[in-house]
């Protein structure tokens, strides 16, 4: 089992930058592929960025490609997720998340296949 807190959040300026972070307990970390996803009030959870086992592949959302990037440190069992150019459609809570199953590899950006979640952390950009 794993826990994750995430951190980082706040209130930032469109056009600023914000870096979450999450840590993760326990000693198997590098065992997960993890993600991030995020929730905007009234609407589902959603996709942002995968990382792989030990970060040699990465996935993201079209709608946050080029803009952030997504990393791990499996020596400090740590997450990161750098936003940058951040709009005000970026407001919402960040949950960073794990997967043991080899299949969401396949399908990064299917919720049911993530294991364990974070409480999230709040994001907001000013327009």
């Known amino acids: 089992q794993v826990q994750l807190v995430e951190s980082g959040g706040g209130l930032v300026q469109a056009g600023g930058s914000l870096r979450l972070s999450c840590a993760a307990s326990?000693?198997?970390?590098?065992?997960?592929?993890m993600g991030w996803f995020r929730q905007a009030p009234g609407k589902e959870r959603e996709f942002v960025a995968a990382?792989?086992?030990?970060?040699?592949?990465?996935w993201y959302s079209d709608s946050v490609k080029g803009r952030f990037t997504i990393s791990r440190d499996n020596a400090k069992n740590s997450l990161g997720l750098q936003m940058n150019s951040l709009k005000p459609e970026d407001t919402a809570v960040y949950y960073c998340?794990?997967?043991?199953?080899?299949?969401?590899?396949?399908?990064?950006?299917?919720?049911?296949?993530?294991?364990?979640w974070g409480q999230g952390t709040q994001v907001t950009v000013s327009s």
């Open positions: 998340a794990a997967a043991r199953k080899q299949e969401v590899v396949r399908t990064p950006t299917t919720l049911r296949l993530y294991d364990y």
């Open positions: 326990g000693r198997t970390f590098s065992t997960y592929v």
């Open positions: 990382i792989s086992w030990g970060g040699g592949t990465t």
